[in-house]
């Protein structure tokens, strides 16, 4: 079993930057892909991207590509986004999810834990 907790969100100006975090909990979180997503208002929610369980590879939404990093300490069982050049569609809840795989195909059901969620928003 694996428990996730998001925190970091605010409020942010457009051109910001905010580091979101999933902390977790569970022995074997380190053998999990985290992939980050988001939903905004009357939206489904998306995908945002995923690091590897080693954190040696990520892959991200053409949105954020190039915007947004996703990193991953296991020591301290915790996977950082960072968020660059904050766009006002940007703004959204975002939340971390855990998954057995490694997969960039984005889909929700690939992710068995999921997060509660923390509220970013951007202004223009």
């Known amino acids: 079993q694996v428990q996730l907790v998001e925190s970091g969100g605010g409020l942010v100006q457009a051109g910001g930057s905010l580091r979101l975090s999933c902390a977790a909990s569970g022995r074997t979180f380190s053998t999990y892909a985290v992939g980050w997503f988001r939903q905004a208002p009357g939206k489904e929610r998306e995908f945002v991207g995923v690091?590897?369980?080693?954190?040696?590879?990520?892959y991200y939404a053409d949105s954020v590509k190039g915007r947004f990093t996703i990193s991953r300490d296991n020591v301290k069982n915790t996977v950082y986004l960072q968020m660059n050049s904050l766009k006002p569609e940007d703004t959204a809840v975002y939340y971390c999810a855990a998954a057995g795989r490694y997969s960039t195909s984005g889909g929700r059901n690939e992710y068995a834990y999921w997060g509660q969620g923390t509220q970013v928003t951007v202004s223009s």
């Open positions: 690091v590897r369980w080693n954190g040696g590879s990520a």
